[in-house]
């Protein structure tokens, strides 16, 4: 999704970007997973964390692109007047530009993120790797044992908050499905799972099974009644 192709305010009229937009939430739906591309030499913009939102409320696999890395090295040269550059200093400088994209986009923290130049083709073979991982990741499917393993150790480590007076059990967990991959915790009362609590068990799955570069789905159900016979 060219999330820089999307012209800023003021320089198009606003029906104009509203289409731009549309389009690209339309190309989200479609798509296993989305490129957000942000143009170096202008730095994230509000347009930018919106598509990431999009991408991330659809649970798309994402890869963050930033283009233009070698024209961004350029002007960065062009400030230094032609010094010597020490080839340490350009790599300190994408880690630093890294850490900026990291933070404003802080609610996808599990996106690669990539520099590269579709002009030049620079890292454009390492773009295409990324998103072949991140689509494998989308369709991975973790078996139930191992799941349930990991669950029942970060339970172990951490319990449950208490959530108005109830307390959380989790029976067991089951994959659901991929591409996204969903899983469903069975549980005591649906009504006790706090969303720190959710975002800790997703943490946890990300820490086992890395799903780098995708949404994943967790859903609470109650225990089925046969079972609680």
């Given amino acids: 999704i060219d999330t820089a192709g999307i012209r800023r305010r003021g320089k198009v009229g606003p029906g104009v970007e509203k289409f ?35 991408i991330l409320e659809k649970a798309k696999g994402v890869v963050v692109v930033v283009n233009k890395w070698d024209m961004a090295q350029e002007q960065q040269r062009a400030e230094r007047r032609g010094e010597y550059t020490d080839p340490k200093a350009e790599i300190e400088s994408a880690e ?40 494998d990741m989308r369709y991975l499917r973790v078996p139930t044992a191992r799941l349930n393993e990991v669950v029942q150790n970060a339970v172990r480590r951490h319990n449950p908050t208490v959530v108005r007076s109830k307390i959380l059990k989790i029976y067991y967990a089951t994959q659901a499905q991929v591409n ?3 899983f469903v915790f069975f549980v005591n009362d649906t009504q006790a799972v706090h969303f720190t609590y959710e975002r800790y068990l997703e943490n946890k799955l990300r820490e086992a099974f890395s799903f780098k570069g995708t949404a994943i789905r967790l859903f609470f159900k109650p225990r089925p009644k046969k079972e609680l016979k």
């Fill in 20 to 54: 731009s937009v549309l389009r690209s939430e339309r190309a989200i739906e479609r798509s296993d997973v989305a490129l957000v591309l942000i143009d170096a030499t202008e730095g994230l913009a509000a347009q930018d964390t919106h598509i990431a939102g999009e």
């Fill in 96 to 135: 630093a530009y890294r850490r900026i994209i990291a933070e404003g986009l802080k609610f996808i923290p599990f996106a690669p993120i990539v520099f590269a130049s579709a002009k030049t083709g620079y890292h454009v073979q390492s773009l295409l790797d990324t998103v072949l991982n991140v689509t």
């Fill in 180 to 182: 996204p991959p969903t």
